[in-house]
Structures are given as structure tokens and as C-alpha cells.
């Protein structure tokens, strides 16, 4: 999650450094390159959110699961100790 980040701000500099020239106003060709970033990192941050929200899903199907694989020891120890009881 952090490279995408540190690329984002390596582009960011470098965009930021091609302003740096004659000119006071960024020419079309470097805003086109801003843009470009910009749509960029919302489309990375979309991706990151949709990634989060998949990771936390997934979290609770775990815990979901373990705790049934939990019932399912307990109610087998009870069974068991059932069994025993009645030999």
C-alpha cells in the first residue's frame, strides 16, 4: 500500500519540477500530466478503499468460520462425553 503512494509522490515531484521553468503558467501538456495524476491517485484510492472493504470481509468470514470450527469442538467434546456415559 505504500509503493503506490511513494509513486504517486515521485510523479507528484516530477510534475511539480517541469513547472519550474520559463513560464508562469503550466502548459497544456503539463496539465494534461496533472489530470493524468490526479485521475491516477482517486483511481488508486478507489482501488485501496475496494481492497480494504474486501479485507475486512474476508476478516469476518474468518472469524465467522473459527467460531463455528469452535462450536462444532464443543458440541463434539459434549458428544463424546455422551458416548462415554452411556458404555
Do not use: W, Y
Not at 509522490?9 to 508562469?24: P, Y
Not at 485501496?48 to 468460520?65: G, N, P, R, T, Y
Not at 470450527?69 to 458428544?79: R, Y
Amino acid at each position: 500500500m505504500k509503493k503506490p503512494f511513494a509513486l504517486i509522490l515521485i510523479g507528484s515531484a516530477m510534475v511539480a519540477g517541469s513547472f519550474v521553468g520559463c513560464s508562469n503558467h503550466p502548459s497544456e501538456e503539463e496539465m494534461k500530466q496533472l489530470n493524468d495524476l490526479k485521475a491516477e491517485v482517486t483511481s488508486l484510492e478507489n482501488g485501496i478503499a475496494a481492497q480494504q472493504s474486501e479485507k475486512a470481509a474476508l476478516l469476518k468470514s474468518i472469524a465467522d468460520k473459527d467460531a463455528q470450527l469452535t462450536q462444532c469442538a464443543k458440541d463434539k467434546e459434549a458428544l463424546q462425553q455422551r458416548l462415554k456415559g452411556v458404555q
